[in-house]
């Protein structure tokens, strides 16, 4: 089974430029190659940081672009997203009891489960008592069956000072404690980070993508601000079977492909 994730969008209203590259330009690209490409997937993940700033304007062009995407497309919240603003214009997108922007899909090879790690006003993530009493719920539902989880803020420094100071700081052991007696939890994918990265925690394997516009760049010294980068924007597709879970980076933008001249003249 495929599945896709597109993650770190950072839509502006009226098409606006943003650290040098144009966001709404690049996801017409990526969905554009996933129609030429990976039409065939199951579902496409988008894990966060839809809009730069939150705005309807931001969501409007959203919902506009993946109008022409191929397959059903599943949302989640990032820091720079507004719950509210992104409901009004996405109203059919999935709400818990207490409001936060996070749900389950069952598809037949298990369960996937999208978690809210949003903290209102935060650059960083968190996860609550709340939040936990419902994701235990939906572990122990999945009655052993494979589970993917997926979420915005990494729990876990990933090595870049900048980066770590906003990962996840609330909750981080709360979400340790909940998932631990979980030994059917297969993968963790993750957004925030806007560089690929993979990698385990507390035995967990887990994947993040660059994002579709901007990039971070690798700096593991202290920086006063954020280092960005052009690094080629990319989205993951992902293959899940029974015994296997494969983690593709595909750097939508790049054109370099070639069949050697050698490898033609051999079967001519
Ligand atoms: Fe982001």
Known sequence: MKILQISDLHLAPGNQDMHGVNPSDRLTQCVEDIRQNHADAELCVITGDLAHKGEIGAYEILREILADLPLPYHLL???H?????????????????NGFIQSV??????RLIFIDTVEIG????????????????????????????????P????????????????????LA?????????????????????????NGIPFSVFRGTAHQVALRMVETAHLVRS???P??????????????HFHDFLDDSAFVAQADIDRHH
């Open 77 to 79: 919240v990032g820091n």
């Open 81 to 97: 997203d507004d719950r509210k603003k992104l409901l009004s214009v996405f109203p059919n997108t999935a709400v818990d009891p």
């Open 105 to 110: 899909v069952d598809l037949e090879i298990g």
């Open 122 to 153: 935060e650059k960083f993530g968190g996860f609550c008592a709340q939040r936990a009493e419902w994701l235990e719920t939906q572990l122990k539902d999945s009655a052993g069956r494979p589970v993917y989880l997926f979420l915005h803020h």
């Open 155 to 174: 729990p876990f420094d990933v090595g870049i000072p900048y980066m770590d100071g906003m990962r996840m700081l609330r909750g981080e052991d709360l």
């Open 177 to 201: 404690e909940i998932v631990a007696p979980f030994a059917n939890i297969r993968h963790m994918f993750l957004g925030h980070l806007h560089r690929p990265i993979a990698g385990s925690w």
């Open 230 to 232: 052009h690094e080629p």
């Open 234 to 247: 990319a989205y993951g597709v992902i293959l899940i079977e029974p015994n296997a879970t494969i983690v």
